[in-house]
């Protein structure tokens, strides 16, 4: 995203600082949050809010939080859903060790220094 984003608006050629109104983080795989580092650390990207699903890794054997297993499939039944939750997460040292998605995010906060700046994805929000 970080390449095309720079491609389209011809970064190279301009001074222009990007606005994207909404990023939307959809859950905590490497390969749907990992490409958000190199645009929440380029100072050309003027992002107003960040979206997440809610479903943050912990430290722990339980990385996703608790679990309820029906039918012989297992789902989450634990997520942070509000931000309470999320800041304990986030100031929390054990969960940052070995934690690329927490360290990011951390790291996003820090750079936009805005207090609702990561928000709870949920049905019918944005």
């Known amino acids: 995203m970080d390449h095309f984003l720079k491609w389209r608006f ?4 301009n001074k222009y600082r990007l606005p994207i109104e909404y990023l939307i983080i959809t859950h905590p795989d490497a390969d749907n949050f990992m490409g958000f580092n190199e645009i929440f650390n380029n100072d050309r990207f003027r992002i107003n809010s960040l979206y997440q699903d809610r479903i943050v890794p912990n430290a722990g054997v339980k990385k996703f939080g608790k679990e309820t297993v029906i ?3 297992t789902f989450l039944n634990q997520a942070t859903d509000n931000q ?3 800041s304990c997460l986030m100031n929390n040292p054990e969960n940052m060790v070995d934690n690329d998605y927490l360290t990011m995010m951390k790291n996003a ?3 936009n220094n805005k207090s609702d700046f990561i928000e ?3 049905y019918g929000k944005v």
Not at 10 to 13: K, L
């Open 84 to 86: 309470a939750k999320w």
């Open 10 to 13: 011809n970064f190279q050629g």
């Open 120 to 122: 709870m994805l949920e």
């Open 109 to 111: 906060l820090s750079k």
């Open 71 to 73: 039918n012989k499939q």
